[in-house]
């Protein structure tokens, strides 16, 4: 997905030695500058570049740079230096000269929204979660119509806001982002409100006692998960309580449902606007519409021809068949579930992200009461390979749970010392981990911990609700009857009562 972000500007490919003419001769006093020098290395770089020699044009930009006279050079002779720089230092993935270059480019007034976006992209690929931060901050500020929405940008985005949440050191570099980009008026695909980053914004203003901007903010808010958030927080009793109607989740829910059939139609050639459309109908408990959605879909996508033509975002299919087993799932159809995943899970034209779908194959098969076929599902992995640190806590507890029925007692507590472990990639995972391990004491304790966590506490709430019920499994229900035991543990009551409450909400939430 990255790599996306790096195409080289046609204009770039185009600019030859024309570009820089009118500047070598606008320096002053030529003699104490190597000005032919520098504008010879850096057009070879460039043209270097152009033929796709990125490794000959780093080290002709290095020179030009290393020049002593560098720095007394044309400013645009500079800039167009560091801009291709940066370019072939990508090439050449050598993320740190990139970010350097990039560093040394946004310095200049020539610099535009793309140049420090990509500045944001170098020092994600850095972990630089400040500087990307920053980069973005200034785009949101000077280029507020030119934050781009598309799928690489939405996550580095989200990566930054959410990598910045756990270094306390950068809660303010965080919130200028988030408030930046709230008065920017931004919104993510398909006009769709980030609903879970202006929920950032409202808290940190509770917290400073501003409950105008508090409204304000929540006004935009329009995912009904959110607003269940915030209904069920104690920090927010001022708001929900003064303005109630705009914290009905129900509404909430069938708002979205328009919403994402309009952005549908809108964007015919986007299977990510059907993806998102198909996730509202599973909110909103619309199971056999999501079900017809994803039939459809897949029918159509099936039929055609020439498939790049039907849809821009094929990539986006795993996520529509993904739909057509939860809605299978959620209408009792468990076999039929099932059998549809794995089936896509062996297409193959599903090359995207088998390690999802093999997951959610697996947690299937658990659920269904067949361990033996959950761990088949998840054999061609490895923990942490190929796998997000989130998703290799997913691939473990879908292990786990098939060991506990197996009755394999050594592989199982592994897993659960691994969980352990591991549990700041997922506490929640973790805390269910516990639970279903016979260790009620650390899934209360890992409970509390992060009820007492402000960045934790809207989903340690969240899971704790009562939400719309699908038909369940034998197994289900004993997972039901579980945590409903849990949950009336005094101490956990206690540390549920001191932050928010318990409701019961007519909406569907995925369960894993």
Do not use: C
Request: glycine fraction near 4%; hydrophobic fraction near 45%.
């Amino acid at each position: 997905m990255i790599l996306s972000s790096r195409a080289i500007p046609f204009a770039l490919l185009l600019a030859g030695a024309l570009w820089f003419a009118p500047t070598v001769h606008a320096v002053e006093n030529p003699a104490a500058v190597p000005v032919k020098e520098i504008f010879d290395l850096v057009e070879k770089g460039r043209a270097a570049l152009v033929a796709e020699k990125p490794a000959e044009a780093a080290k002709l930009l290095e020179q030009a740079i290393a020049q002593p006279g560098f720095n007394n050079a044309d400013p645009a002779i500079q800039y167009f230096a560091y801009l291709v720089a940066s370019y072939a230092a990508e090439g050449t993935e050598d993320n740190a000269s990139a970010h350097k270059y990039l560093v040394a480019a946004t310095r200049f007034p020539d610099a535009d929204a793309e140049l420090w976006t990509r500045r944001a992209g170098a020092a994600a690929r850095l972990q630089k979660w400040d500087d990307a931060a920053w980069s973005l901050t200034a785009v949101a500020n000077k280029w507020p119509k030119e934050f781009k929405t598309d799928e690489y940008h939405t996550w580095l985005l989200n990566k930054t806001v959410r990598e910045l949440g756990k270094q306390p050191q950068f809660h303010e570099r965080r919130i200028d982002l988030l408030n930046a980009l709230f008065d920017a008026g931004y919104k993510t695909q398909y006009g769709t409100e980030p609903s879970h980053l202006w929920l950032i914004v409202v808290t940190d203003a509770i917290e400073h006692k501003d409950l105008k901007r508090a409204r304000e903010v929540s006004r935009r808010i329009t995912s009904s998960s959110v607003l269940v958030a915030m209904r069920i927080d104690k920090r927010f009793d001022e708001l929900t309580s003064a303005e109630p109607k705009l914290f009905d989740v129900k509404a909430a829910a069938e708002r979205s449902v328009r919403q994402t059939k309009s952005a549908m139609k809108e964007n015919p050639k986007a299977l990510g606007a059907v993806v998102i459309h198909g996730y509202a109908l599973h909110n909103n408990g619309q199971f056999d519409e999501l079900l017809a959605l994803a039939n459809a879909t897949i029918a159509k996508v099936d039929k055609a021809t020439a498939k790049d033509a039907l849809y821009e975002d094929l990539d986006q299919l795993n996520w529509i068949h993904n739909h057509k087993a939860t809605a299978l799932r959620a209408l009792g159809r468990w076999d039929e579930a099932a059998a549809a995943l794995e089936t896509w899970n062996n297409s193959d034209f599903n090359k995207d992200d088998k390690v999802s779908q093999s997951i959610n194959l697996g947690f299937f098969y658990n659920e269904m009461g067949k361990p033996e076929d959950a761990l088949k599902a998840v054999a061609a992995f490895e923990v942490g390979k190929d796998m997000s640190e989130y998703g290799s806590t997913q691939y473990q507890f879908v292990r786990f749970q098939a060991y506990q029925q197996l009755g394999k007692d050594t592989e199982a507590k592994a897993i659960v010392a691994w969980m352990r472990e591991h549990q700041d990639d997922s506490l929640e995972t973790a805390q269910g981990t516990l639970l279903e391990s016979g260790d009620s004491d650390g899934a209360a304790a890992l409970l509390v911990t992060r009820l007492n966590d402000a960045n934790e506490r809207a989903g340690a709430l969240a899971s704790v609700q009562h939400y719309g019920k699908t038909p369940r499994t034998e197994r289900q229900l004993k997972i039901d009857a579980l945590t409903e035991t849990f949950l009336a543990r005094a101490d956990v009551v206690a540390a549920i009562a001191q932050y928010g409450r318990r409701e019961t909400f007519p909406i569907y939430s995925l369960e894993f």
